[in-house]
Nanobody, 127 residues
Framework: QLQVVESGGGLVQPGGSLTLSCVAS????????IGWFRQAPGKEREGVSC???????HYTDSAKGRFTISRDNPKSTVWLKMSSLKPDDTGVYYC?????????????????????WGQGTQVTVSS
């Protein structure tokens, strides 16, 4: 079974940048759509971005123009490069891998049943 592990979180000032990594193991990443999600304190988990097996990318409105998702299948890694960070971007960021769930529905509840979820990495945007 595919497993994913996130890293790269930390404390950053408003306007700063961070790049999160999602590293997969167990099975080839090539066949999985990968989504990034975040959960802010007291709020529900929400979709941030998704990249399909073909490389097509999806972004939530708040991430468009600021975040970039990319993947390198031979390296079994998906990155989420975040720039112009705002305090509202604070939260625990998770990546999830889905064999049959398309990125077109990553902002819905279907992805709660993704094949694999990581443990999350904390991102704090504060001065």
């Amino acid at each position: 079974q595919l497993q994913v592990v996130e890293s790269g979180g930390g404390l950053v000032q408003p306007g700063g940048s961070l790049t999160l990594s999602c590293v997969a193991s167990g099975l080839a990443l090539d066949y999985y759509n990968i989504g990034w999600f975040r959960q802010a304190p007291g709020k529900e988990r929400e979709g941030v971005s998704c990249i399909s097996i073909s490389g097509k990318t999806h972004y939530t409105d708040s991430a468009k123009g600021r975040f970039t998702i990319s993947r390198d299948n031979p390296k079994s890694t998906v990155w989420l490069k975040m720039s112009s960070l705002k305090p509202d971007d604070t939260g625990v960021y998770y990546c999830a891998a889905a064999l049959f769930l398309p990125c077109s529905v990553y902002e819905g509840i279907d992805w709660f049943e993704a094949d694999s979820w990581g443990q999350g990495t904390q991102v704090t945007v504060s001065s």
